[in-house]
């Protein structure tokens, strides 16, 4: 093949994406509660070992981007879009109102507001440190960010405690800690109540967010799990507002099962807000779009999900690689999340409906009718066979994966 040289490569990508077919139109992608995060559309591609890629994008251009690729809702950071220093100021009432102009124009709601606590210097210890001004400060700046997600239009609040642990042994109590944690909580929330109120709406949901590792060495509340115990633990003076926005990689992270921390989330009627990406059990925090590394676990995990009635957002929490171009960003790499999501989504309710999967299980629940008071051996011999459905089930779901179930097989 020919070099392909500077205007070229665009042509380019456009012509193969073109090819590859399969995708949806922007007023499709729109039916989904898919919303986009301005801090993954702008990451300039940088990390702890890597320089930035891409340049600067500002909230017009992402929300413009968005509408026109079909993506509905939009959530960010406060500092994503106000710097530090000016948050609380005018400056921040004059950002929050082009924003808000941004989004008219182009049809988008905000769905979700989050507050920066753990890039800064100031939360080198965490939002809940040791010195009380600087809890006070968390407090206001948690606060802060209920009130922009009023005057945004948002329903929810995410809070990732990334940073809430320590580098090293004996640093810190962890029981205090999370005892000055919960009281930020509880700030957020009665600020809420009042806000709510003020703004003639609805509170938000306040939607917590584990992760194992990273940026602490070791994080007090590392897990789902470990988030509905804290919910549960008499230290939240509303814990009625304060449900969970698990992390599909943070999960995976530590080597858990991402559907069954679903599936405890639902039952505890926690399960408010999901983000969604892919990468690798026992790894670091990569961050790879949705289904890129594992769309059989994806397709169980929408299966669960729609057959227990979630309808809440669906947040594309993922970076862009470093090898995509600013352009390629908004042309390949988020249409191209969307419409895996949609697929994968579409083909979960394949399997809910599959008469083949409906009988299998329909079988296992009524059992070979054995009496209970055979014995153990009786009753293994009895249901043995029946067993075998499980993994003829795991194989049917493969072939809707890949479309076997519709008749596409390979000559050999």
């Known amino acids: 093949m020919k070099t392909v040289s500077?205007?070229?490569?665009?042509?380019?990508?456009?012509?193969?994406?073109?090819?590859?077919?399969?995708?949806?139109?922007?007023?499709?992608?729109?039916?989904?509660?898919?919303?986009?995060?301005?801090?993954?559309?702008?990451?300039?591609?940088q990390a702890l070992f890597h320089a930035p890629t891409r340049k600067p994008v500002g909230f017009e251009e992402v929300i413009r981007h968005f509408e026109e690729i079909g993506i509905g809702h939009w959530t960010t950071h406060d500092t994503d879009?106000?710097?530090?220093?000016?948050?609380?100021?005018?400056?921040?009432?004059?950002?929050?109102?082009?924003?808000?102009?941004?989004?008219?124009?182009?049809?988008?709601?905000?769905?979700?507001?989050?507050?920066?606590?753990?890039h800064h210097a100031v939360w080198a210890a965490s939002p809940?440190?040791?010195?009380?001004?600087?809890?006070?400060?968390?407090?206001?700046?948690?606060?802060?960010?209920?009130?922009?997600?009023?005057?945004?239009?948002?329903?929810?609040?995410?809070?990732?405690?990334?940073?809430?642990g320590y580098q090293v042994q004996g640093a810190i109590d962890e029981t205090q800690t999370l005892k000055w944690y919960a009281e930020g909580l509880n700030h957020a929330c009665e600020a809420d109540i009042a806000l709510a109120r003020e703004y003639k709406r609805d509170t938000l949901k306040h939607c917590m967010e584990a992760k194992p590792f990273e940026p602490a060495a070791e994080i007090l509340l590392p897990t789902s799990d470990a988030m509905l115990a804290f919910i549960f633990s008499g230290l939240l003076k509303h814990p009625e507002m304060v449900g969970l926005n698990p992390e599909y990689l943070h999960e995976l992270m530590w080597g858990a099962a991402p559907r069954a921390a679903l599936a405890r989330a639902l039952l505890c009627g926690k399960l408010w807000h999901f983000d969604i990406n892919d990468g690798y059990r026992l790894k670091h925090d990569v961050d790879i779009a949705v289904g890129l590394v594992n769309p059989l676990d994806w397709l169980n995990v929408l299966v669960l999900l729609r057959t227990h009635g979630y309808h809440g957002p669906f947040n594309l929490d993922y970076k862009p690689p470093r090898t995509t171009s600013n352009h390629g960003v908004f042309s390949v790499s988020f249409p191209t999340a969307v419409d895996r999501f949609i697929t994968l989504w579409e083909m979960a309710g394949e399997v809910a409906g599959d008469p083949i999967i409906h009988e299998a299980v329909a079988a296992l629940k009524a059992g070979a009718g054995a009496n209970p008071g055979e014995g153990a051996a009786a009753l293994a011999e009895a249901n043995k066979e029946l067993l075998t459905l499980h993994e003829l089930i795991s194989h049917r779901i493969f072939q809707i994966l890949v479309g076997a179930h519709q008749g596409r097989v390979y000559a050999v």
């Open 6 to 45: 500077g205007g070229d490569q665009q042509a380019l990508v456009s012509r193969l994406m073109q090819a590859c077919g399969g995708g949806y139109t922007p007023a499709q992608r729109r039916k989904y509660f898919i919303t986009g995060p301005q801090w993954a559309a702008a990451y300039e591609g």
């Open 81 to 118: 879009v106000i710097p530090t220093d000016a948050l609380g100021t005018e400056r921040q009432e004059e950002t929050v109102g082009a924003i808000r102009k941004a989004l008219d124009k182009h049809g988008l709601e905000c769905s979700m507001v989050t507050t920066e606590t753990f």
């Open 128 to 164: 809940a440190a040791e010195a009380p001004e600087v809890r006070e400060y968390a407090k206001w700046r948690l606060a802060n960010t209920v009130k922009i997600g009023h005057q945004l239009g948002a329903r929810f609040a995410v809070y990732w405690p990334g940073s809430l």
